[in-house]
Structure formats: structure tokens, C-alpha cells
T-cell receptor, first 117, second 113 residues
């Protein structure tokens, strides 16, 4: 069965450093998402991406964050200058159809655990 | 704004016990509702879903019914197994908002032999 993959599984970085988290969505999917989960808290929506542009972003997704689909397979989340509070599990997800209100499913990757020291 | 509230965990049950995990939501319009499960060390997997009022989602012995009158989507299973031990997340997808999911805080289930 097709699956979303993410690399690395665990990233440790120093505060102020840039990190790039990578995701490979399911190949025929058109809509891509990033979520994060701070330890012990809810899974929170960060951003959605369709047709090579951001379609929606949350308040969390400030200027320190960016997303890109540099080629036909990868979808990346960049944090320019990491803060301690960016430590979390980051999940990528993809969905087949862009139709709002549709019944298709979001498929999630296994997550990248980011630790900022 | 839209939100999801789940019962707090952890929930500890003996094998073959009946499971209920409560989930209520606040949303405008007609959201779709989901239960996702996260097994240790893995990502979120869709367990079941319902897209309109009175729909019942079911999978692997789990069921949940979309109750608009009580804004609830409680997860149930008649007889849990040790392999059901995981974290369960209730989520909603707001209608006509591009597909993002809004999650509850998750409920950890531990099933003892």
C-alpha cells in the first residue's frame, strides 16, 4: 500500500539553526499538509499546500516557516531559525483530491521528532 | 473556532472489555469526523470516518456514529485486544475549508492481558 515517508525520523539541532524536514507524499496525491505535536499536546495544523502554493496556514506558521515542493516527489518544511519551542513531532500528510468537503482521506507519515537544544 | 474535545487518558482495560472513548466537537456547518490511531513508534492511521449526520463509521471492530444533535462522535469497541493499545485521536475537517484537520488531544489506551 502506498505510504507517506518522512526523513529524518529524529533531528537534533541547536537553537538558531535552520532545519529542513523532508516528506515524500503518496505519488498521485495533490494536496499536502504539515502538522506538529508538541509533547503531551494536541496535533496542530500548520499549513496546507496545493498547486505549488500555500492554500491555508495557521497562526503558528509565521515567517520562520516555509514549505516547498522542489521536485515532483518531495515536500519540505523549513524552519529558518529554530527556537526551543519548536521542539515537537512534525507530521506530513497528503490527500488525493483538493475538493473541500470531499470524503477522501489524509494519509500521514510517521513523523520527524525535532529536538532544539 | 472549531474544536474537538476528547476524554482524558490514559484508559486501562482488560482484554475483552468494552471500550468507549468520548469525543465531542464544536463546528459551524457540516464537518466530517474522523478517528485516527497512532501505534507506538508509528504515524497517524485513519481508523474510521463519517461525513454526515447519523453516518456510522466502522473498521476493525471499532464503531462511531456522527451525532449532530449531541455534537458527538464517540468511539466504541465491544471487545478490546492487547493489540489495540495505542493513542486514539478524534478529528474534524471543517466543511469547505480546504481539508485541514482539527484534532482532539488524543486518548491513550492500554489493554492488559
Amino acid at each position: 500500500e502506498p505510504e507517506v515517508t518522512q526523513t529524518p525520523s529524529h533531528q537534533v539541532t541547536q537553537m538558531g539553526q535552520e532545519v529542513i524536514l523532508r516528506c515524500v507524499p503518496i505519488s498521485n496525491h495533490l494536496y499536502f499538509y504539515w502538522y506538529r505535536q508538541i509533547l503531551g499536546q494536541k496535533v496542530e495544523f500548520l499549513v496546507s499546500f496545493y498547486n505549488n502554493e500555500i492554500s491555508e496556514k495557521s497562526e503558528i506558521f509565521d515567517d520562520q516557516f516555509s514549505v516547498e515542493r522542489p521536485d515532483g516527489s518531495n515536500f519540505t518544511l523549513k524552519i529558518r531559525s529554530t527556537k526551543l519551542e519548536d521542539s515537537a513531532m512534525y507530521f506530513c500528510a497528503s490527500r488525493l483530491y483538493p475538493l473541500a468537503g470531499g470524503t477522501d482521506t489524509q494519509y500521514f507519515g510517521p513523523g520527524t521528532r525535532l529536538t532544539v537544544l | 473556532g472549531d474544536s474537538v474535545t476528547q476524554m482524558e487518558g490514559p484508559v486501562t482495560l482488560s482484554e475483552e472489555a468494552f471500550l468507549t472513548i468520548n469525543c465531542t466537537y464544536t463546528a459551524t456547518g457540516y464537518p466530517s469526523l474522523f478517528w485516527y490511531v497512532q501505534y507506538p513508534g508509528e504515524g497517524l492511521q485513519l481508523l474510521l470516518k463519517a461525513t454526515k449526520a447519523d453516518d456510522k463509521g466502522s473498521n476493525k471492530g471499532f464503531e462511531a456514529t456522527y451525532r449532530k444533535e449531541t455534537t458527538s462522535f464517540h468511539l466504541e469497541k465491544g471487545s478490546v485486544q492487547v493489540s489495540d493499545s495505542a493513542v486514539y485521536f478524534c478529528a474534524l475537517r471543517p466543511y469547505n475549508q480546504g481539508g485541514k484537520l482539527i484534532f482532539g488531544q488524543g486518548t491513550e489506551l492500554s489493554v492488559k492481558p
